[in-house]
């Protein structure tokens, strides 16, 4: 029997709920009909942060950066192509320090790039500095949904 999972669309927000065997079909909004993973990391700000990480039931990976680090800016590219590889196992997501400067201070995030998990709302790993794509995957892979 397949379990559903809340799945939170990365264009309106909506909670989804998609059985879990279905993750893998591209599965859509059923409130904005748009495609639940876009193979692209999604931007969070104050706004939209606590839905993201609290109602997805998979996890979330979090990317607190700064567009003047340097780190931050090799990695990017890094992270991209990770959030292609990786969903629909895990959500990544990013947020600007310098934006987002509550956020930053309300997670302690006192290096960048700073890379977290939250599972269910609660923060269960946590990596400073810049990773390559092997190492970020390696890093991960306790925490994907579905490994």
Do not use: Y
């Not at 397949?2 to 909670?15: F, G, I, Q, T, Y």
């Amino acid at each position: 029997m397949s379990e559903n999972l809340h799945v939170v669309c990365p264009h309106c927000a909506a909670v989804n709920r998609i059985p879990d065997a279905r993750l893998g079909d591209n599965p859509g909004c059923g409130q904005c009909k748009q495609p639940l993973f876009t193979g692209e990391p999604l931007e969070l700000g104050q706004a939209d942060f606590d839905r993201h990480i609290s109602r997805n039931d998979l996890p979330v990976v979090v990317d607190f950066w700064a567009p003047w680090c340097g780190p931050c800016r090799m990695m990017a590219p890094t992270f991209h192509q990770a959030a292609i590889d990786l969903e629909p196992h895990a959500r990544l997501v990013k947020v600007n320090t310098e934006v987002e400067q509550q956020l930053a201070a309300r997670f302690n995030i006192r290096s960048i790039p700073t890379l977290a998990v939250f599972v269910q709302g609660r923060e269960v790993a946590r990596q400073s500095g810049a990773l390559d794509l092997a190492n970020l995957k390696r890093w991960l892979q306790p925490h994907l949904r579905g490994s």
